[in-house]
């Protein structure tokens, strides 16, 4: 199973970027999926995960501003990030809960990672 991010880079303060993140290879059913952040100099936080019912939840101090959806055909996950701030500067990874097949238990696969970089 491996985890794809993409759409990070610089964006001015107020604007909007909007992050994806594939999950491929051997599967068998993907479950939670989410993203986190982690800032330089800063722990790994969560940012918001969502269910494969599609049941979110966001951190507190990012509700209104971030939203994550996802297309379970697809096996992606999005984030629109609005209104960026220069504190959202990090490098931002999905996660996963998934199943490589039928016969194993549910794991966490980790993106790579993808960058945003909100200048002022």
């Known amino acids: 199973v491996q985890l794809q991010a993409s759409g990070g880079g610089l964006v001015q303060a107020g604007g909007s970027l909007r992050l994806s993140c594939a999950v491929s290879?051997?599967?068998?059913?993907?479950?939670?999926m989410a993203w986190y952040r982690q800032a330089p100099g800063k722990q790994r936080e969560l940012v918001a995960f969502i269910t494969n019912g599609g049941n979110t939840n966001t951190a507190d101090s990012l509700k209104g501003r971030f939203t994550i959806s996802r297309d379970n055909a697809k096996n992606m996950v999005y984030l629109e990030m609005n209104s960026l701030k220069p504190d959202d500067t990090a490098v931002y990874y999905c996660k996963s809960e998934a199943r490589a097949s039928p016969f194993v238990g549910f794991q966490h696969y980790w993106g790579q990672g993808t960058l945003v970089t909100v200048s002022s």
């Open positions: 290879g051997r599967l068998f059913r993907v479950n939670l």
